[in-house]
């Protein structure tokens, strides 16, 4: 209405802090249900944390947080206040500090494969801390709101409103009216996993309308290989020795559904994608011995929920392979930040104990390093007794010990100074472009960032060529494009934000071209259809989900053009010469021709989609110790507005002037 | 704002208007009666003119903003016409009703004088036409915020308020005012009536100059409320007798019948 104009601004970029749950725990942010409003206070200087906290004469304050006071000293003291209503940090680059990981020290800890009856004296980070500069803010439970002001013209209006308004003269309080701003994030899961599926079951059960409090995070493991594998047929498969390539797909950061993850994630993918690039042409020509299987796991930030899956599934007989035809492993770790510096493999020492697995893993290393004899990159390995750092690889090692090697650009701890924060996006990857590009121009263009993250695509290609048994005459053959690379890494440098853009214009398969752009982003509970109720599934239309993004451009990397029609691609079972078991089928569009229409047409390729969702969903063991139990709350709406408020005084009064009136008519002659 | 400014600004606008129905017209089924009829006339009046407006404006040329402010003016001005227009014809059928209600009631005198009537109708009027007037107002005025971010006055609500309770008196003055020059043929009454309900409408489109809306209006309803009182029998002599409560030939007590 046009009151509600006069009083209220709303505004439109929202990017909350939402909770989630865990077995025993929750985490995150939780606003109260009509909205947690505080009077406007921008936190520049230790005088407004003071100003804030104790002396200011009109809480509950709504704190507006410069970059530079978004610690976790200054977060816990908000914490603990009862004079803060909620926070809003400004998030820029000025006054960011050298480093910030909101992520814990010990990414993972419990659920890796260091415990107290394997390798005791590593489990809990005792051997090599990974995250040292880590703050573990992701992790705490906040009462009140917490948002994350990314648009700068927004932010210019709240500062405009806090300037007008609320500004200190003097050193003396600013009059009413006050600007204040009020923050919408109530969350209806409490406590932790258990109570919350206890309540949702209760709900499903005995309710007409049932509410759903939580969802369990889940999504979809892509993998692919390199001789098609029968999907129909699960459980061990017969003659199959397979080299697993692995890499994780998800990232995160203190916010919801905003994390870059350059280094932590993007780097990984990028190199595994160039690598099957790679090695595709010519495993097909000269097949070695052994299948290589490529897998990119999601949910790894959340105790390895795709990995988890994978490897339950395996043991399950309910997946293409078991352990028994997993030969060894070879797992991309954070590989952005080598500056020219080496690699590092990292292997499991408690494993190495056993004789077998100790030389395969020896030898594994040292066709690691023939194969970077021939570039220019150097690979070494860490000191013997170094535990292995977070990665996928820790699960399969609980299942079986498995030869295996993570590889990353880290010996003791992550060089990553933003380790699943939003700060880590192509800015901290160095991805940076001459002056005076156009965009078109930057997607072609080949940062140094792309050329080095080629190198260790080829290294990779190279060690997966030679440990699964191929020839080495036919090493040379293997290049990654490093065209291809800054293809998959060109950065939008207005939000520094890494836009994963394709658009193979000048492609490899001659006729193929995807465009698609997408931020990416971390896991979210998709498993329910777009236009569902619960709003807090918010499937944006314009941002492609990273798992269909990497399906997709495997299809390309890996897949071969047919001449099947549209419902044929659809049905392939029906026709004689396709074989639904072995492959799947894409419709898609073509390359956009010179006037503009494009003509789709199907691709056949052995990419799949593997459901990633914990194990301890279906079993129903929602405390488990032993597989991830996180979940996230739902909501109905979040959303953010400001406004003036006026003096109590102002207040009150109203109530006393309408005594005075009330008082006087009782004396009108009435009989 | 709050909960508190919500009640203050609804007891300033019907504190009043409200006092008068409980305690003059809540015990007289009758008089309840006309009142809700009168206020249900006052909103078909509102009905017709603003299906006339909205029609306008749909026509209109929406990016053009004086064809807009010439509009809104013309609104306001065939809406005083039109409640006017229905005040006239309550009254015409009010009288219709007083004949027929003599005619079926045992007693000899009329239940309901006219002037009793005058009364009763001009506050069901002003009780419906507070009621659009403030109701929307009312409840926005119950979140947490105020109005001034865009740099309006903060006064608006309780400024709103009061401009009801006046509209509201104004309407029951009026159709004191109105019925009684009907009765009487004297047409300039009539047409004070009019032109005096036109200056408060336009006067507010000064707003958010508040004191140049209210005070004018204030200056209008004690007029008005002098003429009334006059209207209704009442003088300087027993206005002493009125005011404490003395005079047993007062206007509610003893209906004198036409």
Not at chain 1, 90 to 104: C, E
Not at chain 1, 229 to 245: M, P, Q, T
Not at chain 1, 537 to 564: D, K
Not at chain 1, 636 to 657: D, G, Y
Request: proline fraction near 5%; hydrophobic fraction near 40%.
């Amino acid at each position: 209405s046009s009151v509600e104009q006069k009083i209220y601004v709303v505004l439109n970029e929202t990017v909350p802090c939402v909770r989630l749950l865990n077995a025993t725990h929750q985490i995150g942010c939780q606003s109260s249900i009509s909205g947690d409003t505080g009077v406007l206070h921008v936190l520049e200087t230790e005088s407004d944390l003071d100003w804030i906290l104790s002396s200011g004469p009109h809480p509950p304050y709504m704190v507006i947080m410069e970059t530079a006071f978004f610690n976790r000293s200054v977060m816990m003291r908000m914490k603990n206040s009862s004079r803060v209503a909620g926070v809003a940090v400004i998030i820029s680059k000025t006054g960011l500090a050298d480093n910030f990981s909101p992520h814990t020290t010990c990414p993972n800890q419990n659920t890796g494969v260091y415990s107290e009856s394997y390798g005791s004296d590593l489990a809990n980070c005792n051997g090599t801390v990974w995250n040292p500069l880590g703050n573990g803010l992701s992790y705490e439970d906040f009462s009140f709101p917490v948002f994350a002001l990314k648009d700068e013209n927004q932010t210019q209006v709240l500062r405009k409103c806090y300037e007008d308004h609320n500004q200190r003269v003097n050193g003396s309080a600013p009059q009413y009216p006050l600007c204040a701003m009020q923050l919408f994030s109530h969350m209806h899961a409490v406590t932790d996993t258990v109570t919350c599926m206890r309540r949702t079951d209760l709900q499903n059960r005995f309710s007409i309308n049932p509410e759903v409090l939580c969802d369990p995070l889940s999504d979809f493991n892509v993998w692919t290989s390199t001789r098609p594998l029968n999907n129909s047929a699960k459980g061990h498969a017969a003659d199959e020795s397979v080299v697993i390539a692995a890499t994780r797909l998800d990232g995160r950061s203190f916010f919801w559904e905003q994390a870059p993850a350059a280094e932590g994630t993007v780097s990984g993918i990028v190199t595994l994608l160039a690598t099957i690039q790679a090695l595709y042409p010519v495993t097909q020509e000269a097949p070695p011995p052994r299948n290589i299987f490529f897998s990119f796991f999601q949910g790894e930030a959340f105790d390895y929920i795709g990995s988890s899956k994978m490897v339950y599934d395996m043991e399950k007989n309910d997946f293409v392979i078991d352990m028994n035809n997993v030969h060894s492993m070879l797992e991309i770790g954070q590989v952005g930040l080598r500056s020219g510096r080496s690699l590092w493999m990292h292997s499991d020492p408690v494993s190495r104990q056993n004789k077998s697995v100790d030389t395969e893993v020896s030898e594994m290393m040292s066709r690691m390093q023939s194969a970077a004899a021939g570039l220019k990159l150097t690979v070494d390995h860490p000191s013997v007794s170094q535990p292995l750092p977070p990665s996928s690889f820790q699960r399969f090692l609980r299942a079986r010990r498995i030869p295996g090697l993570v590889l990353a650009d880290h010996n003791t701890s992550f060089t990553n100074r933003y380790y699943e924060s939003m700060y880590d996006d192509a800015e901290n990857l160095n991805v940076t472009y001459p002056p005076g590009l156009t965009p078109d121009e930057q997607l072609v263009y080949e940062t140094d960032a792309a050329k080095s993250l080629a190198e260790v695509a080829t290294l990779v290609a190279r060690s997966l060529y030679l440990q699964a048994g191929g020839e080495e005459k036919n090493l040379n053959n293997i290049t990654a494009d490093p065209k291809i690379v800054s293809h998959m890494t060109s950065t939008n440098t207005h939000t520094h934000t890494l836009t994963l853009t394709l658009s193979l214009s000048l492609s490899l398969s001659p006729s193929l071209s995807l465009s698609l752009s997408h931020t990416h982003r971390h896991m979210t509970s998709s498993h329910t259809p777009p236009l569902s109720l619960s709003l807090s599934l918010s499937l944006s239309l314009t941002h492609t989900h990273v798992t269909r993004f990497v399906q997709y451009i495997l299809a390309n990397l890996t897949g071969t053009v047919t001449n099947l029609t549209e419902s044929q691609c659809q049905n392939p079972s029906e026709l004689s010469t396709e074989n639904k078991d072995l492959f799947s089928y894409f419709w898609v569009s073509g390359p956009a021709s010179v006037n503009g229409t494009r003509e789709p047409f199907c691709v056949r390729a052995s990419v799949r989609l593997s459901k990633a969702v914990s194990p301890a969903f279906e079993l129903l063991e929602y405390g488990s110790r032993n597989y991830s139990t996180w979940t996230e709350s739902r909501w109905k709406s979040i959303r953010a507005r400001i406004f003036l408020v006026a003096s109590r005084e102002l207040e009150v009064m109203q109530p006393a002037l309408v005594e005075l009136t009330e008082t006087k008519q009782k004396n009108i002659c009435i009989s | 704002m709050t909960v508190a400014v919500f009640f203050g600004c609804t007891f300033i606008a019907f504190g009043p208007a409200v006092a008068l129905f409980v305690f003059t017209i809540a015990r007289d089924p009758l008089r309840v009666i006309f009142l809700i009829a009168g206020a249900f006339f006052w909103l078909v009046s509102l009905l017709l003119s603003s299906l006339v407006w909205f029609i306008t404006v749909q026509i209109s040329n929406k990016n053009s903003a004086t064809q807009q402010t010439g509009l809104l003016i013309f609104g306001v001005v065939l809406s005083v016409l039109l409640q006017e227009a229905f005040r006239y014809g309550y009254y015409r059928l009010l009288k219709k009703a007083n004949e027929g209600l003599l005619a079926l009631s045992q007693e000899d005198t009329m239940p309901i004088s006219i002037r009793q009537l005058a009364y009763v109708s001009g506050l069901g009027f002003g009780f419906m036409s507070g009621a659009f007037s403030v109701v929307n107002i009312l409840s926005d005025s119950l979140g947490p915020g105020t109005v001034g971010i865009h740099g309006d006055s903060q006064h608006y609500f309780i400024s709103s308020a009061f401009m009801t309770l006046a509209i509201i008196l104004l309407h029951m003055f009026w159709g004191v005012v109105f019925f009684e020059s009907c009765e009487r043929q004297r047409w300039w009454g009539l047409g004070a009536v009019v032109i005096s309900h036109l200056v408060v409408s336009c006067v507010s489109f000064v707003n958010p100059h508040y004191q140049g809306s209210l005070i004018p209006t204030y200056i209008i309803l004690s007029v008005m409320a002098a003429w009334a009182y006059l209207c209704a029998g009442g003088s300087l002599r027993n206005l002493k007798l009125c005011l404490t409560c003395k005079d047993k030939d007062f206007l509610l007590a003893n209906h004198r019948p036409r």
